[in-house]
């Protein structure tokens, strides 16, 4: 993420980017010119994230499924999961009033692994 390139547009809560547009901070970085190509833009408010990194997580899919059991079994709310290319880490977005739920169960699934240090951290 490189927030200097150009057309990046980092703003707080509007609704377009008119103003953006008038003052010339915003081009299409293609062709130059003041047309975007973005269509929209969606944000999740009040969401925790959390994190399980380490060895044990490299191209096991059983760490991803003693994950989301995890959560299912604590009735938590997964709204998105990404996994890292390197497959060293699971994220996960829940809604923020379940996070450290979130966190304890991933610490209670993963207590062994953690012990051990071959998940090096459980995070929020």
Same mark, same amino acid.
């Given at each position: 993420?490189?927030?200097?390139?150009? *057309?990046?547009? @980092?703003? *707080?809560?509007?609704?377009?980017?008119?103003?953006? #547009?008038?003052?010339?901070?915003?081009?299409?970085?293609?062709?130059?010119? =003041?047309? @975007?190509?973005?269509?929209? @833009?969606?944000?999740?408010?009040?969401?925790? #994230?959390?994190? &399980?990194? =380490?060895?044990?997580?490299? *191209? =096991?899919? +059983?760490?991803?499924?003693? %994950? /989301?059991?995890? /959560?299912?079994?604590?009735?938590?709310?997964?709204?998105?999961?990404?996994?890292? +290319?390197?497959?060293?880490?699971?994220?996960?977005?829940?809604?923020?009033?379940? *996070?450290?739920?979130? &966190?304890?169960? &991933?610490?209670?699934? %993963?207590? #062994?692994?953690?012990?051990?240090?071959?998940?090096?951290?459980?995070? &929020?």
């Amino acid at each position: 993420f490189n927030p200097e390139f150009i *057309g990046t547009v @980092i703003e *707080g809560r509007s609704q377009s980017l008119v103003t953006s #547009l008038k003052d010339a901070k915003v081009k299409n970085w293609r062709t130059k010119s =003041g047309e @975007i190509p973005i269509k929209g @833009i969606t944000s999740v408010d009040k969401t925790s #994230l959390v994190t &399980l990194e =380490g060895a044990s997580v490299i *191209g =096991g899919a +059983s760490a991803a499924e003693r %994950f /989301m059991g995890a /959560m299912a079994d604590n009735d938590i709310n997964v709204l998105i999961i990404t996994q890292a +290319s390197s497959e060293s880490s699971i994220c996960v977005a829940v809604p923020e009033n379940q *996070g450290q739920k979130a &966190l304890r169960a &991933l610490e209670d699934a %993963f207590e #062994l692994e953690l012990a051990r240090s071959t998940v090096s951290s459980v995070s &929020l």
